[in-house]
C-alpha cells in the first residue's frame, strides 16, 4: 500500500461526502476507494469513518487523522511545487475565500485574465465574511477586511480603505451638502446594520486628528451593502461605507462624496495564506495578480470630482 495514495483518498472521500462521489473525482472505482480506506485503517489499527448504507461520518480518529493527512498533502505539494517552480508552469487547484464585496467588485471581473496566463491553474472561489480555519477547511488564499489575527499566517495590506460618506446627485441637489456630521440627523440617512448582532454600524469621521463616531437616526437599515448603495444611487439618502465598496458608483458618478473634510482611514484590505504555502508557484502567482488588481484601484483612487 502507498500511503500517500491512500491518504489522498481518504482526504477525497471525506471532502466529496461519500465512496462514490470520490471515485469520480479520482477517476478511478469504488472498489478502489473502499480497498484503500480498509487498507489504511487496517494499517492503523483504528477505524477512521462510520459508514452504513445512507451515511458516512468521521470518528473521532478520523478527524484527527484528516487533518493531519491534509497537513502532509499540502506539505508534499508544496514541496513539489517548489522544486519545480523553474521548471514548470504553476498548476493544479488552488482554493480561495474572500467577502463578498471584493469577489464581485474586484477579483471575478479579473479572473479570465489570470485563468488565460495559468492555463494549468483552477480556482475554486468561496465569498464569505465568516471567519475561518485556512488549514481545515483547506483554503489556500484568503482575503479579508480588518484586523489581521492569526500570527501562522502570512498576511500583508493590499489596499488602504478610507470610510467615505456618499449621496446622488439628485439628492444632493435637493438636499444640498451636509455642513457637518451633526447635521446627518436632519437628513434621510441609509444605515448598515450588522448581520449577526443586528446592531447599527456607527459612522465614523476624523477631525484633527481624532476619530469620532456618530449614528444617524435613517430610517432605513440593511444588512447588505449593495442593497443600500442601490437605494443611495436612486436619491433615497446618504450612506457611508468603506471606499473599497462604493468606488464603482463614485467613479461612474451615481454617487458624490460628501462630508470630505471628516474622512477617516478604515481597516485595510489584506491578503493571507500558510507560511508553508509561501513558496508555492500557484500561491505566488495568485497573490501577484491579486496585489496588482487592487495597486490598480488604489491608482484611481479617490476618483475624479470633474
Known sequence: ????????????????????????????????????????????????????????????????????????????????????????????????????????????????????????????????????????????????????????????SIFKNQYVCAASPVFIAQHGQPPHPDALDDLPCLNFVYPKARQLRPWTFQQDGQLFTVTPRGAVAMDHVDSLNGMAVQGGGVVQHLSVSLMAELRSGALLPVLEAWQAPGPDVSILYPQRHQRAAKIKVFVDFVEQVFKNAAASWPPSSA
Open 1 to 156: 500500500m502507498d500511503r500517500l495514495d491512500a491518504l489522498k483518498v481518504f482526504c477525497a472521500v471525506v471532502d466529496a461526502g461519500g465512496f462514490s462521489r470520490a471515485a469520480a473525482k479520482l477517476g478511478i472505482s469504488t472498489s478502489s476507494v473502499t480497498h484503500q480506506i480498509a487498507l489504511l485503517e487496517a494499517h492503523f489499527g483504528v477505524r477512521l469513518l462510520n459508514r452504513t448504507t445512507r451515511s458516512m461520518s468521521l470518528t473521532d480518529e478520523g478527524r484527527q487523522c484528516i487533518e493531519q493527512a491534509r497537513r502532509l498533502l499540502d506539505d508534499m505539494q508544496e514541496l513539489e511545487s517548489g522544486l519545480g517552480d523553474t521548471l514548470h508552469e504553476p498548476r493544479g487547484s488552488l482554493r480561495v475565500d474572500m467577502p463578498g464585496i471584493l469577489a464581485q467588485r474586484y477579483v471575478a471581473p479579473a479572473l479570465p485574465r489570470f485563468l488565460a496566463a495559468y492555463p494549468e491553474l483552477s480556482v475554486r472561489l468561496t465569498a464569505s465574511d465568516r471567519l475561518i480555519d485556512m488549514v481545515d477547511e483547506g483554503v489556500d488564499v484568503m482575503l479579508r477586511i480588518g484586523e489581521l489575527q492569526d500570527s501562522s499566517l502570512v498576511g500583508r
